[in-house]
């Protein structure tokens, strides 16, 4: 049975979606079949591994308000071993629809437990807020990957985001457990990102990935491409930041 992983940060820019496409990529290179799942209605994950918005017939969307089933709305992705339940602006309304459905936090638990055999990683990109598509992923998910970018403010906001996996915990999901944290946009040449690191690791009592993503130009020019980086730039910092980060994530399984 696949492991389920929700990686969420309520702050934006912090390489949330960068981290889902890469360590999804990086797990399939490493022999695991993927599932990427994005719950972002900017749908970058979805373009970022390389699917065409404009020609999607199904998405997370239509999924969530019952249009489709899961197969019907999974594609292969740029990377062999990487399928994409994509999503577009449209998933943006699916809050606004499923107000007061009852077990509206449930659906996307509810399709994944029928396609959960034939994966070995789902990977679960968040939207940065706090909303029914975060608390869906929340739900059906094993475990929370928390994405920290090393600047100033890298604390703003990670405790709310812990305070609602918690409320989670305690009404909808009992299993749920925190993943890890990864820092990413490292820059070494900046005291500040030292400091954030410290910081972090003083403060805050969960699993911290010993891997560190740094900043990369390659790292950011490769969505654009709709290829992640190991099929980008293969020997860029970047690449092997995330191969090493794949490494750690296979490693740990879910247990401490």
């Not at 599932?35 to 749908?43: E, F, I, K, S």
């Not at 029914?132 to 928390?146: C, E, K, Q, R």
């Amino acid at each position: 049975m696949s492991r389920i992983i929700a990686i969420a940060n309520q702050k934006g820019g912090v390489g949330k979606t960068t981290t889902v496409i890469n360590l999804s990529a990086c797990l399939a290179e490493a022999g695991k079949k993927v599932l990427t799942v994005d719950m972002d209605p900017q749908g970058n994950s979805s373009s970022g591994l390389g699917l065409d918005k404009d020609q999607l017939k199904n998405t997370v969307y239509q999924l969530m308000i019952r249009q489709c089933g899961i197969r019907e709305a999974i594609y292969p992705s740029s990377m062999e071993k990487v399928s994409v339940l994509p999503a577009t602006v449209h998933l943006a309304g699916a809050e606004v629809e499923l107000i007061g459905e009852k077990g509206s936090q449930f659906i996307l638990k509810e399709q994944l437990n029928e396609i959960r055999e034939d994966f070995d990683y789902i990977l679960i990109d968040c939207p940065p807020s706090l909303n029914l598509l975060t608390i869906n992923a929340m739900t059906a998910a094993d475990s929370v990957l928390v994405p920290i970018q090393c600047e100033y403010y890298a604390l703003e906001g990670l405790s709310q985001l812990l305070y609602t996996i918690g409320l989670v915990q305690k009404s909808l999901n009992p299993e749920l457990v925190i993943e890890g944290v990864v820092f990413t946009m490292y820059d070494a040449r900046t005291n500040l990102s030292l400091q954030v690191v410290d910081n972090v690791k003083q403060h805050l009592r969960q699993k911290i990935y010993k891997t560190i993503i740094p900043r990369n130009v390659r790292l950011a020019e490769a969505p654009s491409h709709g290829l992640p980086i190991i099929l980008y730039d293969p020997r860029s910092a970047g690449a092997e930041s995330y191969r090493k980060l794949a490494k750690e994530v296979i490693s740990y399984n879910g247990k401490r």
